[in-house]
């Protein structure tokens, strides 16, 4: 387990989460959504990454996967493999959160902010998730793409590191 559990305003995934492409305050003091979260921080000698899950209640959400875990932010900068790296904050979320929602977990991707994936000679977004288990299942009413992962093909859950 590469991760440690943090919270939505440790200063060291904070200075991560600025350099994220959805970041919308850079500085300000918390950079998760409104609800309820988990949030991981890893750090070794090659680099460094922050994770957060975020589980809004589905009464909030306008997205045809209300009520699934989302992973709001994802950033590594050369800790890890990215996909292993997916896998275990998946893990940490079930140790966290318990049981996974029916939907699972979605992530979105917007195609316009995130460089592609050759694969095969062709632009592919999303092929880290792809690689940790997560299928496209289509694109937001804003154009974002959407990868999900059920609950049967979740990791077990593992706690992170520290908790």
């Not at 904070?14 to 949030?39: L, M, S």
């Not at 890893?42 to 994770?51: H, L, P, S, T, V």
């Not at 140790?95 to 632009?123: N, S, W």
């Not at 496209?136 to 059920?150: E, I, R, S």
Request: proline share 8%; with cysteine; charged share 25%.
């Amino acid at each position: 387990m590469i991760w440690e559990k943090s919270n939505r305003a440790d200063k060291r995934a904070r200075e991560i989460a600025d350099r994220h492409y959805n970041r919308q305050k850079p500085g300000t003091p918390q950079f998760v959504p409104p609800g309820r979260c988990c949030v991981f921080y890893a750090e070794n000698e090659k680099g460094r990454a922050f994770w957060v899950t975020s589980y809004p209640y589905a009464k909030y959400v306008k997205h045809q996967w209300a009520g699934a875990w989302i992973c709001s932010a994802f950033r590594n900068e050369g800790a890890g493999i990215a996909s292993e790296m997916i896998r275990d904050a998946v893990a940490a979320t079930r140790y966290c959160l318990g049981e996974p929602p029916e939907l699972g977990m979605i992530t979105f991707i917007d195609a316009k902010k995130v460089r592609p994936t050759m694969v095969h000679g062709q632009k592919t977004w999303g092929h880290t998730y792809e690689k940790a288990g997560f299928k496209y299942v289509g694109n937001t009413k804003g154009g974002l793409l959407a990868f999900q992962l059920l609950p049967e093909n979740m990791p077990l859950p593992e706690p992170p590191k520290g908790d």
